[in-house]
Each structure stands twice: as C-alpha cells, then as structure tokens.
C-alpha cells in the first residue's frame, strides 16, 4: 500500500518510500543543500509547503477548496479584487481501485476517468495482455491489459495511449487494465475530457513496479477480479480570478491550481511563482491593468482554463502580455539508478520547457541562462504547446510566457515535497521576472 510522504523545508532525510503495485519499497537515499536558505528560497519554500499542506487537489475537493481560500486571501492581501468563477467537474471520491488475482495478490491502482464503478463485489473475468496485432475476438468479456511504452504520461489524449484504448475498447472487453511505466514505476493518473465514454467500462491503472505477475496472469489467461467502489458525480469547483484596473498595459497572469494528487512540484512550484508574481506586480508596476487567474479543473483538459479565457479576460489585441505558469514549473532531478528506484538531486529537472512570443525569445535567453530546460525557450505556437498553454494560444492570446513540462513524479502519488524546494523555484523564478521586467520596460 502507498504511504503519504514527508519532507523537510531545506534538507532530505533517508525515506523508505512504498510501491503502489507489490510490496517491494524504493529507498531514497538523502541530499543535504549547504547552508542556510537565503530568504527569497525560504519564502517560496513556506508557500510550497502550505500549498503541500492541503493534501489532494482533485478539482473541487476538500483540498482544492482550500487551496482556493488561500489563493483568495494571498492575492487580496496584494490589492487585487477578487472573486470566484464556479466550474461544474467530475468526481470520484476513490474507497477501492485494485485487481486482484485467483492466488489472492492484490495490486492498488487509481480509477481512470470517465468513470464506471464495478460495486462492493467487482468484476471477475479472465485477464488477457492486449496487442494491437490481436483477433479482438480474443478480448471480448475478458479483461484487457494494455502495456504502455516508458514514458512520463500525463493524458489519455495523448495519442498514442488514446489509440491503444479505443483500439483494446472496441474489442468489447468487460474492463481494462490500463499500465504506466515511467520512472517511478508508480501508477500515473492520466488527463481526461469531461465527456462520457462510447463504451462505458471499468479502468484501472497499474504502476509498473511490481506488476509482472499481472502481466504474466494476463498472458495465461489467467482470471482476476477487479474493483472501482466509490462515490462519482459532479460538484463544482472554483477558478480564483483577481482583478486590478490601470490605465498602463494589460497583463494577464495565470496558472492551474488543480490535480490528480499532492501535486507539489507539478503544481506547487508554479503556485508559488504565480504568488510571488502577483504581489511584485502591484508592488513594482502600480499603473498596470492586470488580471490574474488560478483555475480548477486542470485533470478534465483545462476545463477551468477555457471558462476563464472566454469570460474573464481583454480581447486578444489588448493583452500586451500573458504570463502563464505551468506544470513542473521547477521540479527536481533525480538518478534514475534501477527502474523504480530514484535518488534525489539538487538541481532542477531539465524536462520543462519554456514557450515566448517571438520577439520576447531573446530577453528570455539572456533572463534564463542556467536554468536547465527553460535556457533554451522555443518561440510559442499551438504545435509546440501543452496543457493550459495551448488553450491560450488556441484562443488567440500570442503575446505570451509560459511552460509546461512533466518531471519524474509526474501525476505519482509521490508527487510530495521531496518533489521540489524553495531555492528551485526560485532560481526558475529569478529568471522569470527578470524577464517580465524587460519586456514591460
């Protein structure tokens, strides 16, 4: 079973981290950073670990409401009036998602959405390792397991987890196992639309740490009993939208609050930035017309985010500027020593990328030299941006900043403090508003 992390403000002490599947454990060993913090770090570390402290942030969850209130309070206490945009979003309140086999092993794993419940006694069918060469007669009533590629995935848009699961759907399985294999070995939550599915059936997904005798049951033909209990439906979630009217440029400032789990480096790292952001721009830029967005809604393809482009900000011609603070805004990296098995590092995981409007490229060369992955920024279009950032380009908003990216604990439960820290952020951050403050000079 998969036990909550824990962390520390500046060093790492040996932890014994559990695996999702199986009941082998990952030891990471400890990284110790010299000194003291400086002060700008530890400001960006307490607001990591307050972002941490609220636990999930699965769209309107007890988390994600929180992480709301905070937001609300932070931006309002920098001078912005602020109100909430509602969202209306999935949700399934997890009591059970595992497989288990006819020798009784029991593999935990995470519900994918759109979701199918299986009830208390679950469902029980032979198992059968899904390939795109196979007769889909072969699959029909049993349950498929598909196999993924290495990767750090993060959506079942992408296409080719897309293909795979329409392609094993269509063979009229009763339920699909759905394995991630990436570098923590963990199971992987992906992305999904806010939409029914055409075959509505039970999935679950599995890490790949432990997985093989799953794998190995799936190839005899062996039967497993899979469960998804819990309660689904819809609630609503909250976008946090701050305002401050000015007769100077007009800035958008935005980035997604939501997610799969803890979420602290892919989430909490550029929830940081984005605060500290804000209060520089009413600080530093008192003319300025800026709108601020948090949004809900990231797992569901930016539900959130496309709500909050077409109601709450200018026309694309009057942005002189939107500055957008994605996913892994500044993770850590890790040795990869064995699969599953990481050890931490104190430099910042190269797997972001930094998007600019083409004449912003060479301020953001010059603000980010040694910021592994953003040094080398690529010029924003809708082919070469992901998550919320494509949305914004998609809806016009060219002028733009923004990164995405996925680090190792990329939609991992393990998704904690160890995941990142304040001096991180703020090298990443340093470069940032070094350039912003540029480009509005």
Known sequence: MHKK???????????RRSALVGSSCVFVPS?????????????????????????????????????VQWISSRISASGYRVSLQPIDVPFFDEARATVTLSNGSEFVGIGQHPITLTGKDGLSAPLILWREDQDPSAISGKIAVIMLPFGRHSSALQPMI???IKAASEANPRALIVVT????????????????????????VLGSRGVQSVLQAARNGASATLYLEGRTGRRIANNVVGRRVGAGKKIVLTTPLSGWFTCAAERGSGVSAFLALADWLARAHPNLDVTLGAMTGHEFENLGSKKFNAQMVPPPGDVDLW????????????????????APLPSMDAQHFLLGHESFLPILRQAMKGVPGFEVPYAASIEAAAGEAKQILIDGYTKLIANFGAHRLHHARSDGLQATDGALIHQAYAGLQSSVSKILA
């Open 181 to 204: 294999d990436g570098p923590s070995g963990e199971a992987l939550a992906l992305n999904a639309l806010d939409e029914p599915a055409d075959r509505p059936m039970p999935i679950l």
């Open 5 to 15: 992390q824990s962390g520390t403000k500046s060093n790492f002490t040996p932890t």
């Open 31 to 67: 990284v110790t950073r010299a000194g003291s913090p400086p002060a700008e770090s530890a400001h960006f570390q307490a607001d990591l670990e307050r972002y941490v402290s609220f636990g999930t942030h699965q769209s309107g969850s007890t988390g994600d409401q929180a992480t």
């Open 323 to 342: 500055v957008h603070l994605g996913a892994s805004f500044a993770a850590r990296d890790w040795h990869e020593l064995a699969p599953g098995l990481l």
């Open 162 to 164: 897309a293909r795979s």
